[in-house]
């Protein structure tokens, strides 16, 4: 699998040496009397500014409910902006590192800040970590940095080697956070999945510029395929069906059936341009049977389901794949709410991510870009988007709003936390 590049130069992703291990228990330490008694709870986590170092482990520490004299582990300096989970109140209060927004008045910190922050090794392996961790979240998590590293040798090493540092630390905390086993035959079967539009679509684009050296009878089931994902007016159920297991459409071959027929045919006497033809096969099965297995959890167990959806786009096609995050009901209203997004990639757009509501009466959708220059462009056009995306009576109004997670008194949401982007709420 050449086309994924692993981390450092290909080796894969490398774990800490056990002396470059640094303790991550905190120590109790002697009772020491706080300046202040206020209102605290254990497990709590509030926004904390370190108003002064007194030495490696205490520090006079802002909180929303006052200031405070505590027992602090970790490097932290005078300035910094923290947020601090309660470990203990009495005999002392003692105050552990959880997590740090990477945004610090409107700039971002670097890897090396982040790590210092968070108290942890400045090694390539948590660099990568945190440089992952803050495109998919507002605030880096410690605990999580931690449960990744542990996770790592999980893994074989001959795997590990075949995916890029996103795809693999995508699939550890897919595997935590839907209670799964960390093993390597679960990671084989979602890591396809997970890794993106444009894996995908370059799949497509491969199979698209080889199936020729095909024999006829397979030819011209691509040729028909290709047609269709190319077509305007090709229904969006049909679009649906190219990467599911059973084709909706029993009078057709699905496109994964065909992808079978090709990885039967003999390796005898086959060509090296033949052998890449199955080996794009090979992949795209992969995707298929690891959307199959990722939704067939996802439906027994109430969690997030993962559609890729190629469409035609400028005589040609793109992709985009479909995520269902949940399926609940509204104890005060009884109405049914899903949640999704729907990441697409384009040449010129770049990544765009659709997040949406659906209730019974209405839609509520936010565009979430990094280009400032598409989010202008939504502004511009937001008259017709709003008359395109109009479904019926369901009521559609627009907002402009950033995506702030902390609350007013400074404690965050423990759950996962979206990108803060520019975005559009219609």
Do not use: W
Not at 105 to 131: H, K
Not at 190 to 197: R, W
Not at 418 to 425: A, D, G
């Amino acid at each position: 699998m050449a086309d994924y590049i692993g981390i450092a130069e290909g080796e894969g992703i490398k774990p800490l040496n056990p002396h470059e291990r640094k303790e991550k228990d905190y120590q109790r330490l002697p009772y020491s009397q706080r300046e202040r008694e206020i209102k605290l709870k254990v497990g709590e986590v509030l926004q904390a500014t370190i108003l002064e170092v007194l030495s490696s482990q205490e520090a006079i520490v802002q909180l929303p409910t006052g200031t405070v004299h505590a027992f602090i582990h970790g490097r932290l300096k005078k300035g910094d902006v923290v947020f601090l989970r309660v470990h203990e109140i009495s005999p002392n209060l003692i105050l552990r590192i959880h997590s740090v927004s990477y945004i610090k008045n409107g700039v971002e910190l670097s890897l090396i800040e982040i790590l210092r922050v968070l108290d942890l090794p400045e090694s390539q392996f948590f660099r990568e970590t945190a440089n992952f961790l803050k495109k998919h979240r507002t605030y880096i998590f410690r605990d999580e940095a931690l449960l990744i590293e542990n996770s790592f040798t999980a893994i074989e090493e001959s795997i590990r080697k075949d995916y890029n540092s996103d795809v693999f630390f995508s699939a550890i905390i897919f595997m935590h956070e839907n209670k799964l086993p960390v093993d390597s035959r679960i990671f084989l079967k979602i890591a396809p999945v997970l890794s993106g539009n444009d894996f995908v679509l370059n799949l497509l684009k491969e199979l698209e510029n080889s199936y020729s050296n095909l024999p006829d009878s397979l030819k011209i089931k691509l040729e028909s395929f290709f047609r269709l994902i190319k077509s305007e007016s090709t229904p969006l159920n049909k679009l649906l069906d190219v990467f599911l297991i059973g084709s909706t459409n029993s009078e057709e071959p699905s496109f994964y059936e065909s992808l079978i027929e090709i990885l039967l045919i003999k390796d005898e006497n086959t060509t090296k341009e033949i052998r890449k033809v199955k080996d794009l096969a090979k992949r795209l099965i992969q995707v298929i049977e690891g959307q199959h297995f990722i939704n067939s959890f996802g439906i027994n167990n109430n969690s997030a389901l993962y559609f890729y959806l190629p469409f035609p786009y400028q005589n040609s096609y793109s992709a985009s794949k479909f995520i269902i995050k949940s399926r609940t009901v509204s104890k005060k209203t009884d109405k049914r709410i899903i949640k999704f997004s729907i990441i697409t990639s384009t040449n010129k757009l770049g990544d765009v991510v659709t997040s949406a509501d659906l209730t019974t009466g209405a839609i509520n959708i936010n565009f979430l870009t990094s280009s400032k220059d598409l989010a202008n462009l939504f502004s511009k056009h937001i008259a017709e988007f709003k008359e395109k995306l109009k479904l019926g009576v369901m009521d559609v109004s627009v907002t402009a709003d950033k995506d702030v997670q902390v609350t007013r008194q400074g404690t965050i949401d423990e759950g996962r936390q979206q990108p803060t982007n520019f975005s559009i709420v219609v």
